[in-house]
């Protein structure tokens, strides 16, 4: 069974950083195509963040968060992280973890992904 565990989540003054944790369980990361984070603010769609690619190992971020979001993946640990650095007022919300077994044109697209987290919640204190 798929499953995966976010973790890392809590209340951050504007400009602070956190790291969340994605685990995998049921599966290895690597016979996924690719596994995202992404963001839903309250009353908004999900909107994607980051999204590691497994057989090219590439990584795409959204355009607000380069440079300031690094999404990493350990595979010995089943486990993908996003070091979120410099975080804004505007990026509150749940954040989530999900995959896709096979290819995807749009990798940032929630849509496009299979399996989901729970979430876990960031709060940004301006």
């Known amino acids: 069974q798929v499953q995966l565990v976010e973790s890392g989540g809590g209340l951050v003054q504007a400009g602070g950083s956190l790291r969340l944790s994605c685990v995998a369980n049921g599966f290895a990361l690597q016979d996924h195509y690719a596994i995202g984070w992404f963001r839903q603010a309250p009353g908004k769609e999900r909107a994607g963040v980051a999204s590691?690619?497994?057989?090219?190992?590439?990584?795409f971020y959204a355009a607000p968060v380069r440079g300031r979001f690094t999404m990493s993946v350990d595979e010995k640990k089943n486990t993908v992280y996003l070091d979120m650095n410099d975080l804004k007022p505007e990026e509150p919300g749940g954040y989530y973890c999900?995959?896709?077994?096979?290819?995807?044109?749009?990798?940032?697209?929630?849509?496009?992904?299979?399996?989901w987290g729970q979430g876990t919640q960031v709060t940004v204190a301006s």
């Open positions: 590691f690619i497994d057989n090219t190992e590439e990584t």
């Open positions: 999900a995959t896709v077994t096979s290819y995807v044109l749009h990798v940032l697209l929630a849509s496009e992904y299979h399996f």
